[in-house]
């Protein structure tokens, strides 16, 4: 019996195998890494409104632009996450 | 250490050999007791069984693996191709993104210098009859910043 275990446990030993090729997950286009900046700040001696709003829109334009990318990240990852899985 | 010879073995020898190799070991082993009947090759009859036993032990083993080498082969080239056709499905979603995010950010912006200009045209009636007190500065800062005053 051991002889026979010995024997099986010798013929078998090729048989283990594993495929070595992966993908790695993708990298992030550059533009969606960069930072959302700070609000702009509205110079404290401004008496003028009209300046004041000026600065209100352009935090305006910021915000809508961080929506995009946060919007562009979130298509970006559920796409790359559907093509990662589709290799397995 | 001991896979990388066999896998080198494997690769010089086709896959046949192995299951002649040990079709030959089998046939010295059954017939090695044979062998003995003639007085002559009677001192190498024990031997021959060993050699036999030896060559059908190897050649079973390795055919085994020839075969299991030729489908880890095959598996090895379909998965290359798989990964090859994900990487380029995933080289293209990423420039669907950008281009998508470069367009939407290019109207954000477009929009806003129209805006923009529009809000030059309009300082004139906002400054006349409007004087900010300087609280009025402080108290948006701080929302900015996002800290307590």
């Avoid at chain 2, 499905?89 to 993104?97: D, F, H, R, Y």
Wanted: charged share 25%; aromatic share 10%; proline share 4%.
């Amino acid at each position: 019996m051991k002889r026979l275990i010995l024997l099986f446990s010798f013929v078998l030993a090729s048989c283990s195998t594993t495929v070595p090729v992966k993908m790695d997950f993708p990298k992030a286009p550059a533009e969606l890494k960069e930072p959302c900046p700070d609000l702009r700040l509205i110079e404290p001696d401004t008496t003028k409104l009209s300046e004041v709003v000026l600065v209100v829109a352009k935090n305006y334009e910021q915000y809508q632009e961080c929506q995009v990318k946060v919007d562009s990240w979130s298509q970006w990852y559920d796409k790359q996450k559907k093509i990662f899985e589709q290799v397995k | 250490m001991i896979t990388w010879i066999v896998e080198h073995i494997l690769l010089v020898f086709p896959s046949w050999f192995w299951i002649v190799f040990s079709g030959v070991g089998a046939i010295i082993y059954f017939f090695s007791d044979s062998i003995s009947l003639i007085p002559a090759v009677v001192p190498y009859s024990k031997f021959a069984k060993a050699i036999g036993g030896i060559m059908l032990l190897v050649g079973v083993y390795l055919d085994g693996g020839a075969g299991v080498t030729a489908t880890w082969k095959q598996e090895v080239k379909e998965m290359q191709a798989k990964v090859a056709r994900a990487e380029q499905e995933s080289s293209t979603a990423n420039t669907e993104v950008q281009t998508v995010f470069k367009e939407k950010t290019k109207v954000i912006h477009d929009v806003q210098v129209v805006i923009q200009e529009k809000i030059g045209k309009d300082s004139g009636k906002m400054d006349a009859n409007c004087v900010l007190d300087p609280v009025v500065i402080e108290d948006l800062n701080l929302a900015a910043k996002g800290k307590k005053k």
